[in-house]
């Protein structure tokens, strides 16, 4: 191969960040264990990923040493529990580099980041003083795609619902990428608010925004992307992305289940009416009405979940010590060789983009007319963990004409040993099915 | 795992080469007909179940469905164990394949009543997969009721 020259001291060719994978593993007590007699291959992190003991280290410390409620004490215990809530919440905000701790809230998962952002346009619809790029009624309209994981969906067909407005959607090419043809035509002075998946938690499909973001702005709508399976994979830069909220979960990021975020511009959440009601949400209370707190504690009411918060935090310092973007090359790399690898299997066939390119490291595919359910058998049978199903985004599974399909995803984690044997588990399903 | 304690060839048989498959017509114009759609929502299977009866005999168990080789499997069963039966003697059986398919591994089958139907004694080690295999049952369940016969509790045994 030639390569022209780099001059020394610039990044040279090779120069890829890069980390230690069996220190890494080290760090996960559960992949020690065995499955059915075999070594666990886990390959299903897009569903949940594993939790390295730092981040269990801390989940137990909290409850051992800190426990308490947090915003509401003056004593120590209180006061320990609230540093450490409320530093999680910060570590947070660097991680996806937004310009203010209180644009960073606190939820259950993804699910409720978005039914949050869903239910405060119903909300502001109802109220005459509702900020108008929150107000929908019949004539708006909300776009979302095809390629959507169902709680990007299902929240917006229920406020189409309850407000009048109108439900559209881009739709997915062959190639398994969104198809933007019909951009100004989707995307127009109608449109309140595009709800888009960052990265397809079916397709592995890594949808580029900057087209979309140009034509929300024009057109005066507001973007929300779904991070959940991009914010644990990449580097990620909510001022570079541009859009005005992100949603991400914990559990797929080597934190415990039970929290998520909520990210928005600080001047939206300001101006978005609250969703729940309850304590640590309010300002002051009077039987005759209440007064509500700014966010981010205005859509975190009651008791959040803290020592889920706290090791959050942990989960952020882990993956920032190892480096999101060494993360990010150790994915692609293990994506390109999965890529061939799966290749060589005769009746295989990859739904989404087949080369590594505007794709992370989850791939979905179909084994001859094998069920994925009896795909996913055998393959547990070995010790592979793998997702079967439709993956909670069954339009994509209608889209490309099966009910079904077998997935692998790949974390921090994952090794080509792991992919390898992936391969000789289909091997085995072919014979068992063939 | 054993895995061929889940796949018995016998259930591989009845997916390869599933017997009775395609919803079909009564032959008698005076049968009562109905069918019932069930679907996992979990792994998008789907199964119809169509039953054609006098009200005393099923005469046809017929189905169509796509789905996983359990769930194909034990819709081919199904159609193979209670088609020409009494209805009594068909809820009988259905009973008994409930009762194995609950039973977490631990009910002995019995052949005289259930057939083929013993090979899915490995599946109910598989919590997963149980619901796979009750697909068509249940769906039969519905059909069945909604054709006259099983609905009244005198009908199914307690």
């Known amino acids: 191969m030639s390569a022209i020259a780099i001059p020394a001291g610039m990044p040279q060719y090779d120069d890829v960040p890069r980390y230690d994978v069996a220190a890494v593993r080290a760090d996960f007590p559960i992949l020690d264990r065995e499955v059915n007699g075999h070594r666990l291959v886990y390959l299903d992190s897009a569903n949940t990923s594993h939790k390295p003991r730092q981040v269990l280290d801390v989940l137990a410390e909290h409850y051992a040493m800190h426990n308490a409620n947090v915003s509401r004490s003056v004593h120590t215990l209180g006061t320990e529990a609230t540093e450490a809530y409320e530093g999680a919440r910060a570590k947070v905000a660097a991680f996806v580099n937004a310009p203010s701790v209180d644009e960073v809230v606190f939820t259950k998962n993804s699910t409720e980041a978005i039914n949050i952002v869903a239910y405060a346009f119903s909300n502001a619809s109802l109220r005459p003083d509702g900020d108008p790029r929150f107000r929908l009624g019949p004539g708006d309209e909300i776009v979302i795609s095809e390629m959507e994981h169902h709680s990007n969906i299902v929240p917006w067909q229920l406020l189409a619902e309850r407000t009048g407005a109108t439900l559209r959607w881009f739709s997915v090419t062959d190639a398994g990428r969104l198809d933007e043809s019909g951009l100004d035509e989707l995307v127009t002075e109608r449109t309140k608010i595009v709800s888009l998946v960052h990265m397809s938690n079916i397709l592995g499909t890594v949808n580029a925004t900057s087209r979309i973001t140009a034509r929300v702005r024009a057109v005066g709508a507001l973007l929300l992307l779904d991070c959940s399976q991009s914010v644990p994979h990449m580097p990620m830069d909510v001022v570079d992305l541009d859009a005005d909220f992100i949603v991400f979960t914990g559990h797929k990021m080597c934190a415990p289940t039970g929290i998520g975020v909520l990210w928005g511009r600080a001047e939206l959440l300001a101006a978005m009416p609250p969703v729940f009601g309850g304590g640590s949400m309010i300002e002051t209370v009077s039987m005759a009405g209440s007064t509500f707190a700014a966010p981010p504690a205005r859509f975190e009411a009651g008791t959040p979940p803290i020592a889920e918060a706290v090791a959050l935090g942990a989960a952020v310092d882990y993956l920032t010590g190892i480096g999101m973007p060494a993360i990010q090359w150790h994915e692609k790399q293990l994506t390109a060789y999965a890529l061939d690898a799966l290749a060589s299997v005769p009746d295989l066939r990859i739904f989404g983009p087949t080369v590594p390119v505007g794709r992370g490291g989850t791939i979905s595919f179909a084994l001859g007319d094998v069920h994925p359910h009896d795909v996913g058998q055998v393959l547990d049978s070995l010790g592979v963990q793998v997702r079967v199903g439709h993956h909670c985004a069954r339009p994509v599974c209608t889209r490309f004409g099966v009910p079904a399909t077998t997935r692998a995803s790949f974390y921090l984690y994952t090794t080509t040993e792991e992919i390898d044997a992936l391969v000789a588990g289909l091997e085995k399903v072919r014979k068992v099915f063939g | ?158």
């Open chain 2, 1 to 158: 795992m054993q895995l061929e304690s889940l796949y018995q060839e016998i259930i591989l048989d009845h997916y390869k080469r599933p017997h009775g498959r395609g919803l079909r017509d009564a032959g008698d114009p005076a049968s009562r007909v109905a069918e019932a759609h069930h679907v996992n929502p979990t792994c998008g299977d789907e199964v119809t179940v169509r039953v054609a009866t006098d009200g005393a005999v099923l005469h046809d168990v017929s189905y169509d469905g796509m789905g996983c080789s359990i769930s194909q499997a034990s819709a081919s069963v199904l159609h193979e164990l209670l088609t020409g039966r009494a209805a009594g003697e068909a809820f009988e059986v259905h009973e008994a394949f409930v009762e194995l398919m609950s039973g977490r591994g631990q009910v002995t089958p019995d052949e005289d009543v259930l057939g083929d139907g013993v090979a899915f004694a490995g599946v109910a080690r598989y919590p997963a997969r149980v619901k796979c295999a009750l697909l068509p049952w249940m769906a039969f369940k519905d059909a069945a009721a909604r054709a006259g016969v099983g609905a009244s509790p005198t009908e199914v045994k307690a």
